[in-house]
């Protein structure tokens, strides 16, 4: 033989539906087989898909599980590795790999270093492994990690050690910014130090908060790499493996993407992800005439199309005309149904009823937050009328600092930009007007000064520092996990820098209640970030 | 020495504040001197309190915890053992405990069993320490384990084996239904089985979500019970050894509560806790006339004091006079302030709106979720407007099956009955009836049919089966985890179960945007229960 061909499966599981992705990987298994691939790889738990975070518990899982090899060994003239759950008949339960053809079980591999940190629980629902698993085929020597396997030097040298050509990684790796090229880099090093080919195929598609970007890839043991495919997109790819040369044959890749594509797609693939699989028609957003819900627009309309979403802009006294048109030109330039629902009447009839029980209480952010869940109730009558999902449009910066209204402009099933800060709103808002002759975002949406407009002329940087400093001392807190002091240290006003930290820490109970939206960074906040509501702790050195 | 002096110190941290518990732990220390105590044991991590979550990964935990043995080495005179965190120069980290006498370590124990199921993320933070510790003092021997060890026969044993006495057990080990008497029954066989004391101290208090009852015991190598601290309640308690008889001297304990005596000092004190340390001056609740929200109030009341609770009773067209009475009546015999506000001009406002863009849409829930989410938008407005914390009043039952509107009765910083199942509210509201000459909650609110009343003639039961077949059912699916074919398999109607758990399945969504509220079973919809929210698993066999 003077080559194998190897398809790697960049597979998008529908978590928890063990029988539809089953079904899948038979069609791509197949697929493969007619693409002449003698092998085809596929993620990590493809079968049920990750994280399945306590699905993994039900009582049915094994039984699933079971179904699900009895309908993978009709498959045959392929080798088929991919990742399910293995619970042995000692009542242990393994992240698992098997290597199967024609019907035959040639071996399995359990993961042995579980992530427990970051987005992680694996040590919640799996045992640890501790033996290598090598496998022989058209006289090529392979080893099978998972994942986190890769990233232990100790475990991919033990298995170097047995003289193992190519490892084949499955992967579930969310996505962070930068994490694609990250990777590669990484492994580029490794495979060039312990001499091995790496087949790494990575899970792809958005699961809640989480995005998993593809961005699959093989590196031959030069550190060359022979396929990167394109991240986002779930499809096969194929690398031939020459005998001759001892290499895998360098295909077409793939470039990689500039950062603000790399997130502006992510973004995109998770809220189409999160819609089309939770089975929604369509979806709904206010429109404020700024520049967060502008953004959010174009990534509804670029994730699900334009005939799928709808805008609706609810003005009130302190709406500006500027807010209105550019509203209306947003959903005009993008070609979405949109309405306008003045809120005078609802906030004055709340404050009729309210003024008996408020007396002469001076106006205080009271009356900003009836204006937000006036909003959110009428974006939230038309989703239960309709069915459309409302997407809430805030941003990181704000929702750290409690910049935002619970029930109100939070309300909604998914926060699309919930992990993006402001400073790469307007970054993401400029690449996007980038891929089109007319800007679909007004340039005054991004040049203007930020508002809420929830009081007369107010300007977000009158209560908030200017965006640039809150995001740098946002960052150095929440994914540097800097000490107050440290940062003051980097030369931030310190007042400035004490007031940020109050707020974050004081604003985890309205974040504990927000949508879930897609994680972006090192430390979303989400399932990474996990602070007790009730909290003593008081910053400082 | 013909006899020693154990001080229990059931304590109540304030999570993440060191520095304060520091100083109580000093103060409690004193106070068992002073009572002639030769030990004092505190419970399992201590000074941060139980669980700090990611506070654990704070650059200057390390720090803080320094100067906290720095301050507790000041206390003289007394065996302190005490729970921290133990961070190793080797950058290992240990849920320890240590043996402190005049400023000298006599040991440092790190926990060998680290639970990272349920609610427990231990693995997370963690690392196992591999060591048993034993001390001499005053001629007896001691052993220390921490919480989950001792539930490791293994573990126990091993100790045991070192010629152990007495076992000084440092918890912070959280309430479900039973705990407080389970603990008692299996540690009395073993400490018979392996002939050892066990003193048990547990940390006491409500955080965020999880209730730590408290309920310390002594119990003797015989299996007799020598003391058991009251639940609920931040104590010192004291025992002492009888060198003659080898044994701890029983003192008067406090007798095992009902169980519904048990759940409601357990909710009164979760919800004292989460009130008083978040720093609220008081909170608000919307009355409806049904029993969930009379439960909540005398709750409230029991917590902190009628004069720190403001009902509102916000009527609509299909509000019964009934229940404006009975909300009015209920205000009156627990004396807090009581106002009403009508929700008519609001809803309108909302329909006036909403008109243009319904067009001739059939009424559906969407009108119904309108009023609910004009109560919400009231309670939140009196909320910013006077500070006191919105409370909701939404039980288990409801929850999981999403009888429940999102930002309309789900609007709340704590949902007080979020772990009660609709039957156990109504067994709580007979047993706090009980408790006083006059019935707080009116006699018809316990008897007419629920309602949530957002229809004409609506009944709970209408959309729902009856409380007892579907809390039953519930119970099943959710607590005790069984499968579908399972449920219908013990005699429940095949098309209710589905339905049932249909519902539970789709309204994640919803739960995931709730309030925290107190846990007393054994899954609570909390951290323990963790499941995707776009999850393609279906039901079934």
Chains 1, 2 share one sequence.
Not at 44 to 53: C, D, F, R
Not at 117 to 134: A, C, I, P, T
Not at 327 to 332: C, S, T, V, Y
Not at 429 to 444: G, Q, T, W
Request: glycine share 6%.
């Amino acid at each position: 033989m003077k080559s194998f061909k190897v398809a790697l499966a960049q597979f998008s599981p529908h978590i928890g539906d063990i029988e539809t992705n089953v079904q899948k990987m038979i069609e791509q298994a197949n697929q493969a087989k007619k693409q002449d691939a003698n092998i085809i790889v596929f993620p990590e738990l493809a079968t049920i898909g990750y994280p399945a975070e306590d699905l993994l518990l039900r009582p049915s899982v094994n039984k699933r599980t079971a179904q699900a090899f009895e309908q993978l060994q009709a498959v045959k003239d392929i080798v088929m590795v991919f990742g399910f759950v293995n619970a042995t008949e000692d009542g242990q339960r393994y992240n698992a790999a098997a290597v199967m053809k024609d019907g035959q079980i040639l071996g399995i591999y359990n993961k042995q270093n579980l992530p427990n940190y970051s987005v992680f629980d694996e040590k919640r629902y799996f045992n640890e492994g501790h033996q290598h698993l090598v496998f022989e085929y058209l006289g090529h020597k392979f080893g099978v990690l998972i994942c986190e396997d890769v990233w232990s030097l100790n475990t991919v040298q033990q298995l170097a050690q047995l003289n193992v050509e190519s490892v084949l990684v499955l992967n579930a790796s969310p996505y962070e910014v930068g994490k694609p090229q990250h990777r590669i880099a990484t492994l580029q090093e490794l495979a060039k130090q312990i001499n091995i080919h790496v087949l790494y195929t990575n899970q792809v598609g958005g699961q809640d908060d989480l995005i998993f970007d593809g961005s699959s890839f093989v590196i031959n043991n030069t550190g060359e790499v022979a396929l990167r495919a394109e991240s986002y997109k779930e499809q096969l790819y194929f690398v031939d493996y020459e005998v001759e040369n001892k290499a895998y044959k360098t295909v077409e890749t793939a470039p990689a993407l500039d950062t603000m594509a790399e997130i502006y797609q992510a973004l995109v693939m998770a809220t189409r992800d999160y819609v089309e699989r939770s089975g929604f028609p369509g979806v709904i957003l206010g429109l404020s005439g700024g520049i967060d819900s502008a953004l959010t627009l174009a990534i509804a309309v670029d994730a699900i199309g334009a005939d799928k979403v709808q805008a609706v802009m609810m003005p009130y006294t302190y709406t500006s005309q500027i807010s209105v048109e550019d509203a209306a030109e947003q959903a005009k330039r993008m070609g979405v149904t949109f309405g306008i629902a003045e809120i005078h009447p609802i906030v004055n009839s709340f404050m009729q009823t309210l003024y008996p029980f408020f007396g002469n209480s001076p106006a205080d952010a009271t009356e900003e937050n009836l204006q937000a869940r006036a909003r959110g109730t009428l974006l939230m009558g038309l989703s239960n009328k309709f069915g459309n999902l409302v997407l809430s449009t805030g941003n990181k910066s704000e929702l750290a600092v409690g910049y935002c209204t619970l029930y109100g402009d939070m309300v909604g099933g998914f926060a699309v930009l919930k992990d993006v800060y402001k400073t790469i709103v307007f970054e993401l808002a400029k690449y996007r007007n980038s891929l089109s002759e007319v800007a679909v975002i007004p340039e005054r949406v991004i040049t203007r000064p930020p508002s809420a407009e929830l009081r007369p002329d107010q300007k977000d940087q009158d209560s908030l520092p200017a965006y640039d400093v809150l995001d740098a001392i946002l960052y150095a807190y929440i994914e540097e996990d800097q000490s107050q002091e440290h940062i003051i240290n980097k030369g931030f006003d310190k007042e400035v820098v004490e007031k940020v930290i109050k707020l974050v820490d004081r604003n985890e109970y309205k974040r504990r209640q927000g949508a879930i939206g897609p994680r972006i960074t090192s430390c979303a906040f989400s399932r990474e970030r996990r602070y007790p509501i009730v909290n003593g702790w008081k910053a400082g050195n």
